[in-house]
């Protein structure tokens, strides 16, 4: 008979790597590294951050946060039925501000009724798992740790940073698995996954994870517990926590051949949008995972991804919504006006993140990070974004219009320059390299590695010193420096000094154009503005 597998609770064991306030670090001695869900609550106060390493496992851990934070404090429901002499819900968000910190016997309780749920392995209902997958998926034919970590190289694919093998993988750690546990649940790919019969229904693909290839916007204080609560939107007026569950909150499992549960409110629009069912296998001392179980969720239709509170929503040809992609060449600046104000500019029509309306209620200090995964809609993953901003939600558009605006011409005419550099790189390459079509070149690259960064600093020097001013000539001065350094090398020929020359204009928005007049006959040059 096999030893009893020692029980991993995630409410209790150390899973979470976090940095500790100065002011707990004076006060205790010998603090930990890395606390459970237990601690990340009932001392939020005193963590100033998770510090979590891979953004996309930090997003998901948010999301799961969020919702516990929400339980605990019974900011749940706009209007709490459960209270004799209910207050307006900001009301009762700011009163748990000014207490400054979550009420440890609410965690506890709410701990108490669901502690058999956060065990990682064994029991009934392993956190965020689906213990029937070891019956209805082949056990010869599982995914296998390489293919949990989303940063190890499985299959077929390259091994850029480390070689591993499918035979003899290196076993994570729990606390490791748990991340990419919850990658898996949010960010998973589209496609080919394990075979999964569940009663008469067998399948082996799977829909893309709701946050698939997207940037999440948060908003951080100065603490976590300032995080946590300027992270929680308030809920809609019909919103019940008896229906709003998350998924280690119902009562059974649902049917996976069946319609999926719906998304009721804030806590399972943050915790049960999953496509993906995985299960994990630990080693025989359970502190390692040594197999999974990836395989789907669900059967379409798809979980709707629309109405999550940290993405910036925009608006294609056709008149559909989608979310704002992560690209990790895409500086988080370039972003900031569509998160202060109500309606920024852009053909796309971006709608900011509606956690942002009332996250600027808890503190005047909060920053924005910006978390993501650059990835396709299936198997493609590229890259981690990860991105800070300073304190700027004290100028969101309801609190200084003014500086709001000024922030969204500010980025206008950096992405103005920034393009025109492009074009004017680019059309030089074509001229001098005699090219069929303008096309990406080095020269391109070149130049934007160049002009971004150094925009970058501009736009926040300009920010910090609300000089707004003269930021055109800032900008366009930017530009015609990397335009010079890159196209230097090609002016000792007359074919290239003639090609730079050329394309140097539309460093101005392009050459001259003739203006056709009102009289018969006549005609006037005229010259492109430079807006």
């Not at 965690?107 to 108490?112: A, H, L, S």
């Not at 943050?270 to 179980?293: C, I, K, N, W, Y």
């Amino acid at each position: 008979m096999l030893p009893e597998i020692p029980l991993y609770n995630l409410f209790d064991e150390p899973s979470f790597p976090v940095r500790w306030l100065p002011a707990a670090v004076a006060e205790h001695v010998d603090l930990p590294d890395t606390v459970g869900l237990r601690d990340l609550l009932v001392r939020s106060h005193e963590i100033a951050q998770v510090t979590i390493a891979i953004p996309p496992a930090l997003s998901a851990l948010y999301r799961v946060l969020y919702a516990l934070t929400a339980r605990v404090t019974r900011l749940d429901e706009a209007d709490d039925q459960s209270s004799a002499r209910s207050e307006p819900w900001a009301r009762r968000r700011r009163k748990i501000v000014q207490q400054g910190r979550l009420d440890p016997a609410a965690v506890e309780k709410y701990m108490d009724k669901y502690r058999d749920r956060f065990f990682l392995f064994g029991g009934e209902r392993p956190w965020l798992q689906d213990p029937r997958l070891a019956a209805e998926c082949d056990p010869a034919n599982t995914a296998g740790v390489n293919k949990l970590i989303v940063n190890r190289p499985s299959g077929n694919n390259h091994a850029w940073f480390r070689h591993v093998s499918s035979d003899s993988p290196d076993l994570p750690e729990a606390a490791e698995a748990v991340l990419h546990l919850l990658v898996w649940h949010y960010y998973g790919p589209s496609g080919r996954c394990s075979t999964r019969t569940s009663g008469t229904t067998a399948a082996a693909n799977a829909l893309a994870g709701p946050l698939r290839s997207t940037l999440s916007y948060h908003p951080e204080g100065e603490s976590l517990f300032e995080t946590l609560l300027a992270g929680l939107p308030e809920p809609g007026e019909r919103v019940r926590r008896e229906s709003d569950l998350c998924p280690w909150e119902w009562e059974r499992l649902p049917d996976p051949a069946g319609a999926p549960p719906g998304v009721e409110g804030l806590c399972s629009g943050l915790t049960a949008r999953s496509q993906h069912a995985l299960l994990l296998v630990p080693d025989a001392a359970g502190l390692r995972v040594e197999d999974a179980f990836i395989t789907w969720a669900w059967r379409p239709p798809k979980i709707p991804r629309e109405g999550d509170l940290y993405l910036i929503w925009q608006t294609s040809k056709e008149g559909n919504q989608y979310p704002r992609q992560a690209d990790s060449h895409r500086a988080l600046w370039r972003d900031l006006d569509a998160l202060l104000l109500k309606k920024p500019t852009g053909t796309a029509l971006p709608q900011r993140p509606a956690v942002f309306r009332t996250a600027p209620e808890v503190s005047e200090y909060l920053r924005v990070r910006a978390l993501g995964f650059e990835q396709d809609g299936q198997a493609k993953d590229v890259q981690f974004v990860d991105a800070s901003t300073p304190p700027v939600l004290d100028l969101v558009e309801e609190a200084d219009v003014s500086v709001a605006l000024d922030i969204g011409r500010l980025r206008v005419l950096g992405e103005r320059y920034g393009a025109r550099l492009e074009l004017a790189v680019k059309k030089a390459w074509t001229q001098y390299t005699d090219a069929p079509k303008i096309r990406d070149c080095t020269w391109a690259v070149d130049a934007a590695a160049r002009y971004w960064p150094a925009a970058e600093a501009e736009f926040w020097k300009r920010l910090e010193r609300r000089d707004f001013d003269g930021a055109a000539a800032a900008f366009r001065a930017l530009a015609e420096s990397a335009y010079d350094d890159v196209t230097l090398k090609a002016l000792g020929t007359l074919r290239g000094a003639k090609a730079c020359a050329q394309a140097r204009t539309e460093l101005y928005g392009g050459p001259a154009k003739t203006k056709p007049t009102a009289k018969a006959g006549g005609g006037a040059r005229g010259t492109t503005e430079d807006k």
